[in-house]
């Protein structure tokens, strides 16, 4: 009798137990095997923020029944993959125990990535944290206490959540952002203005064009000492900051250090384990990759891990299909994603360009073709900014059709949105049937186009 | 203290810890004294207030006002929450309260007019029906019937359970603070669907004996079984569940915890819901499945599952309270009445026992 294959996954976050789950659904004998070290159930690595504030409890964010791997038959593995034999098709953990595969899959995800200043992470004690395992938001946790300063490094969207939780909890939260406005990547410079207003409504000292170089121990605090104005004319000054703790919020990197040696691919620009179009890793066979690990291939043509939730999801459940031998081939549909900025939630579906970061930079240097009305291949920018609070929406359109969607201080069906680019809607059309895309609670005021809304050439 | 969503689990009493143990008997001993002895009525009578109940409507509708002012604190940058809460407080001080203290200053008979069988479980029975005017007669048997039936077939149980009640009213307002201990599991919810549809057998049953008692002749058999049972109603289910149970176990199990597990209103107009045009939609694949929206229902709904699984969500039990939509940081989730119905079947995971 030959025995079942053996799945093996390493990772058990979403792209880990999607994968799983989806590998049970097909193949009811099969062996599977979760490894992790971080928790031994899936929990929700978005909700970290309201763990660490008290919003909710670590158990109210583990996304499936306590009996999830009693229910499917998974075998629970808790412990950290030392290192890889694509040759023999084992694992070798920490604590000297060694696995065997038939099929593997890498689901570790990202770890924080570290702030570049020599010698910071040999201070003690140690005054530097990150915000994206367990133990990063235990160990802040543990040292953030009222009446602290803190310096939350990076304009992203870890950043301001952290930044969110320690000035809740009571600290003097100052949010340094290197770029000219918040979130450039997919704010332009109007809708960053209203998250950073609103951001400093709440009482949080957010500075934009402020890039810190290194620091100063004094005393018992860190001074920091940076340079201020735009990234391409930075004028070197001191911070003028000197805070009780760091935190480090500038991205993640994929958690792929020890794979190093093992002759399985990794990119050296991204750190993300190089795949094939089914995720499979382009050069040990059986050994597939998921979520914030894995290179893709982005609508631009590029590769480089995509680090979100529900691309997690999406490529845990596409790799599990490619390793019952499906031919699959991960794709990204057209981009969408949604945060929320302390009380503004923000919608996004569709190609946004990268606009306020370059328009500001390129406003720096003379005969720059964006932003203005120099007509940039028929690209037109609708905006309005909804008055009496931090509500506005912004639409992309190009050769007369919609392209993109960005929304603050309003809900929006994402679903609608994609659905009207796919159908190339002209901008008057969707206009008018902006409500039917509407996502609010009941009884919210329905979109309407104001007096003051603006089109301009450009995007 | 604080009030804040944001550090819920921080506030001692909103933890399950001794504290909130110690609330919670604070609460059910107030209960007990309230319906099982004489005690407050020399209270009133110190206030010169008509009797012990008409002191318990005052502390009801007071809880009611500070709760609601802290629920308003904190979701009332919400309208459907700011709306909502206000329509609880008036309907309560208005007709929960004011209006039978007048009728009764009036030397009139008094009645809570927002109220309506099952849930005032007596009011269709025959004596009392023919004790009031008509006109009272019609409104309650009309409001059962088919008034508050027809508005959830429309508009969900929310339209009753989370707008009018003032059972839900407390719930929502002073019992606020702690939706989110309500039990989230799957036992949970295979031990509501029996007992909340045991409450409802018994209260039709006992409406059956007592009708039939009306047309019977005296001394048979039916007289004394209709007289058991109401008294057994009435001590179990009216006093013991819905008031000391009820309104007791909030710091330990929910706000909702009659409303979820007793009371027999809510049997029947979840199956209406279940029929009708009230759903929550599900925006597709934005879930992050964060988990504030099953922790925040206090029906202890898993709206999560239904999140991740993109189906809407049409469940009996549901209030329509519209919290797990107000919590969602992503806007996943929205209450909503259409005629077209999206589709809507069980759960993935669920089915995955193989
Ligand atoms: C604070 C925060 C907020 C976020 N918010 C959002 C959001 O709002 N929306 C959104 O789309 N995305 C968000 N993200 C990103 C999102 O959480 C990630 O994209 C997602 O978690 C990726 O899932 P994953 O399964 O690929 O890996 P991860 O969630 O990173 O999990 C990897 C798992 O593998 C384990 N592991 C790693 N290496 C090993 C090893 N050697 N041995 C054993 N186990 C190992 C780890 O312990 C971990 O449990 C957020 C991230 C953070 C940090
Ligand atoms: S469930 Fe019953 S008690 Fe609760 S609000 Fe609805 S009708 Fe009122
Ligand atoms: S599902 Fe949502 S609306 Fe319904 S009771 Fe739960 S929290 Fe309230
Ligand atoms: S609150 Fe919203 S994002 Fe979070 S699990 Fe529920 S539906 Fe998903």
Request: hydrophobic fraction near 40%.
């Amino acid at each position: 009798m030959t025995q079942p294959p053996h799945f093996v996954i390493v990772g058990n976050s979403v792209a880990g137990i999607e994968a799983a789950i989806a590998l049970r659904k097909r193949d009811a004998a099969a062996r599977i095997t979760v490894i992790s070290s971080e928790h031994p159930h899936p929990f929700a690595r978005t909700s970290l923020m309201y763990v660490f504030c008290g919003q909710l409890s670590l158990k109210d964010t583990q996304f499936y029944p306590e009996d999830l791997y009693d229910r499917l038959r998974f075998v629970r593995v808790v412990g950290r993959v030392r290192s890889i034999d694509p040759a023999r098709r084992t694992l070798h953990l920490t604590g000297g125990q060694t696995i065997a595969y038939d099929t593997l899959l890498l689901a570790v995800g990202s770890t924080a990535k570290r702030l570049p200043w020599p010698g910071l992470y040999d201070e003690t004690p140690m005054f530097v944290h990150h915000f994206v395992t367990l133990e990063d938001m235990r160990g802040l946790d543990a040292a953030a206490r009222p009446g602290m300063s803190v310096a939350v490094i990076g304009g992203g969207l870890v950043g301001i959540e952290v930044a969110e939780v320690l000035h809740l909890r009571g600290l003097r939260t100052h949010f340094l952002v290197r770029e000219p406005a918040y979130f450039p990547i997919a704010l332009d410079s109007a809708e960053s203005e209203v998250v950073a207003a609103h951001i400093r409504q709440h009482g949080v000292d957010c500075r934009t064009n402020a890039s810190v170089t290194a620091y100063r121990k004094e005393g018992g605090r860190v001074s920091l000492v940076g340079t201020s104005g735009p990234l391409d004319r930075p004028v070197d000054r001191p911070l003028e900051l000197s805070v009780d703790l760091v935190v480090g919020a500038i991205g993640v990197t994929p958690a792929t250090s020890w794979l190093a040696g093992s002759g399985i691919a990794v990119s050296p620009d991204t750190g993300g384990i190089e795949t094939l179009p089914n995720l499979e890793s382009t050069t040990a066979p059986g050994v597939f990759a998921a979520g914030d690990c894995a290179q893709v291939t982005w609508i631009d043509g590029s590769r480089r891990p995509e680090q979100l939730w529900y691309t997690a999801r999406d490529q845990g459940r596409v790799a599990a299909a490619a390793m019952l031998g499906d031919d699959v081939n991960y794709r990204r549909g057209t981009w969408y994603n949604s945060a929320k900025f302390f009380d503004v939630e923000y919608t996004t579906a569709g190609f946004i360009p990268y606009s306020a970061g370059s328009a500001a930079l390129e406003s720096a240097s003379p005969g720059s073709t964006s932003g203005g009305t120099s007509g940039c291949g028929g690209w037109q920018t609708w905006y309005q900014h909804v008055p009496g609070g931090p509500v506005t929406q912004r639409i992309v359109v190009r050769d007369g059709a919609v392209k993109g969607f960005n929304a603050l201080g309003s809900r929006w069906d994402h679903q609608v949105w994609k659905r009207w680019i796919a159908e190339r809607r002209p901008l008057g059309w969707v206009l008018a049937h902006m409500n039917e895309a509407r996502f609010d609670e009941e009884l919210v005021a329905p979109f309407r186009i104001l007096p003051t809304a603006t089109l301009v050439d450009g995007a | 203290m604080q009030s804040g969503l944001m550090t819920t689990y921080q506030n001692p009493t909103q933890n399950r810890n001794g504290l909130a143990w110690g609330l919670s008997a604070l609460l059910m001993a107030f209960y007990v004294d309230l319906y099982f002895t004489d005690h407050l009525d020399t209270v009133a009578s110190a206030l010169h207030l008509p009797s012990k109940w008409t002191f318990y409507g005052l502390i009801y509708t007071l809880a009611m006002c500070i709760g609601g002012w802290f629920m308003l604190r904190k979701h009332g940058n919400s309208a459907y929450h700011r709306w909502r809460t206000i329509s609880l407080v008036a309907v309560q001080s208005v007709l929960g309260f004011l209006l039978p203290l007048v009728l009764d200053f009036l030397g009139r008979p008094s009645y809570y007019f927002s109220y309506f069988f099952p849930l005032k479980y007596d009011i269709l029975f025959p004596g009392t029906l023919k004790d009031m005017p008509v006109a009272v007669a019609c409104w309650f048997v009309f409001g059962s019937l088919v008034g508050v039936p027809t508005l959830v077939y429309f508009q969900g149980k929310r339209a009753y359970c989370s707008w009018i009640c003032g059972c839900g009213g407390l719930a929502e307002t002073f019992g606020d603070p702690w939706r989110h201990l309500s039990d989230r599991s799957d036992r949970a919810w295979r031990i509501e669907q029996v007992s909340i549809y045991t409450v409802l057998a018994l209260v039709l049953v006992m409406l059956g004996l007592v009708v039939g008692d009306a047309y019977a002749a005296d001394g048979s058999a039916i007289r004394d079984l209709a007289g058991h049972t109401k008294s057994f109603y009435g001590f179990a289910i009216g006093s013991v569940f819905s008031g000391v149970l009820g309104t007791g176990l909030y710091p330990l199990m929910g706000s909702r915890f009659w409303c979820r597990f007793g009371c027999p209103m809510a049997a029947i107009l979840g199956l209406i819901q279940k029929f009708g045009q009230f759903r929550i939609t599900v925006k597709k694949d934005m879930c992050i499945s964060c988990g504030n929206c099953s922790a925040y229902c206090e029906m202890g709904i898993d709206v999560r599952a239904y999140a991740m699984a993109g189906t809407d969500i049409r469940r009996a039990s549901c209030v329509g309270c519209g919290l797990c939509a107000h919590v969602c940081p992503r806007g996943v989730l929205k209450l909503e009445t259409r005629a077209a119905l999206g589709p809507h079947g069980k759960i993935e995971v669920w089915t995955l026992d193989l």
